[in-house]
């Protein structure tokens, strides 16, 4: 079955960097668009960024553009996003999904920008 493991949070002071991963398997991760989410505490699943397939087209929320990067290993099998100059509202569970699949669910992984 799919499965997708998301790594990689932790607290963060303002202004610094996350790299988070997500292990996928279970399906042709190498034909398949993926994408991260997020949700922040007591608000509903936010769209973060997308990538296609084979990694040539990404797109990025307006509130990460410039500041956070997707990017794939497709003989890893594994999804990243690096996040610079993190800010607090930035805080949230951070989740991976396969592109059109809103069924997928992984455990997330946190997040927490603070001072």
């Known amino acids: 079955q799919v499965q997708l493991v998301e790594s990689g949070g932790d607290l963060v002071q303002p202004g610094g960097s996350l790299r988070l991963s997500c292990a996928a398997s279970g399906f042709t991760f190498s034909v398949t668009g993926m994408r991260w989410l997020r949700q922040a505490p007591g608000k509903g699943l936010e769209w973060v960024s997308s990538?296609?397939?084979?990694?040539?087209?990404?797109r990025y929320a307006d509130s990460v553009k410039g500041r956070f990067t997707i990017s794939r290993d497709n003989f890893k099998n594994t999804l990243y996003l690096q996040m610079n100059n993190l800010k607090p509202e930035d805080t949230a569970v951070y989740y991976c999904?396969?592109?059109?699949?809103?069924?997928?669910r992984g455990q997330g992984t946190q997040v927490i920008v603070s001072s």
């Open positions: 990538i296609s397939n084979g990694g040539s087209t990404t």
């Open positions: 999904k396969r592109t059109g699949y809103d069924a997928d």
